[in-house]
């Protein structure tokens, strides 16, 4: 199972999530964010890490030109997409994961169209969790986000029985800067969980 760390913006922050054994970490991409990280930035903490670790950029309505851009100067493997992307303007050379915000009017029909590896079910609250059963029994790959950590993922990952699982916010100890035990609670209890 995927278990990501999302919202990374150094190297001491990627070097604990690897250790705690999270396999993949996020950057974003992201101006607005307040966890952004410059794509410079970004490429120092990957050349940091191990190569079987994934390194995601989330992106935000990014030109596909530009995207692949930084991807390939930064070192990533995936891009993940936040923004109003349609199937037509993935980028297609690149690995995605295609992400939405899942309220109770979501429908799964949203993911139609897409090539995406992979979908992350995210919650349109920053820091909440959202209707799980919404995400359960879905027939595409999914990545399950929003309002996790320790104390919930067990359950989640007994609800959605998702392909992974993805942390940012409630790992903190500030934005972007994490609490590296919270990093280790957080993926001791996602593996338990599927042992």
């Known amino acids: 199972m995927i ?17 705690a054994g999270a396999t993949a970490v996020g950057f974003i991409l992201y101006s607005k964010s307040p966890r952004y990280v410059a ?5 120092k903490i990957v050349a940091a890490l191990p190569p079987k670790v994934l390194k995601v950029g989330v ?10 851009r930084i991807m390939k100067a930064v070192g990533l493997d995936i891009a993940q997409l936040h923004g109003r992307e349609t199937g037509s303007r993935v980028p297609k050379c ?25 979908f992350v079910l995210d919650s349109p609250a920053h820091g909440q969790t959202f ?17 996790l950590h320790a104390g919930n993922v067990r359950e989640a990952i007994r609800t959605v ?32 969980a599927v042992q």
């Open 3 to 19: 278990i990501k760390v999302c919202g990374i913006t150094n190297t001491q922050d990627a070097l604990a999530a690897v250790a």
């Open 39 to 43: 794509p410079e930035q970004a490429q």
């Open 59 to 68: 992106f935000v309505d990014e030109l596909p030109r530009e995207l692949e």
């Open 94 to 118: 690149v690995r995605t994961w295609k992400a939405f915000r899942v309220t109770p009017e979501w429908k799964p029909a949203a993911m139609d169209g897409f090539t995406s590896e992979a």
């Open 131 to 147: 209707d799980w059963k919404l995400a359960a029994g879905l027939r595409q790959k999914i990545i399950l986000a929003g309002g």
């Open 161 to 192: 029985a998702p392909w992974g699982v993805d942390a940012s916010s409630r790992l903190e100890r500030r934005p972007g800067l994490k609490d590296h035990a919270r990093v280790r609670e957080f993926v001791r209890a996602a593996l338990e």
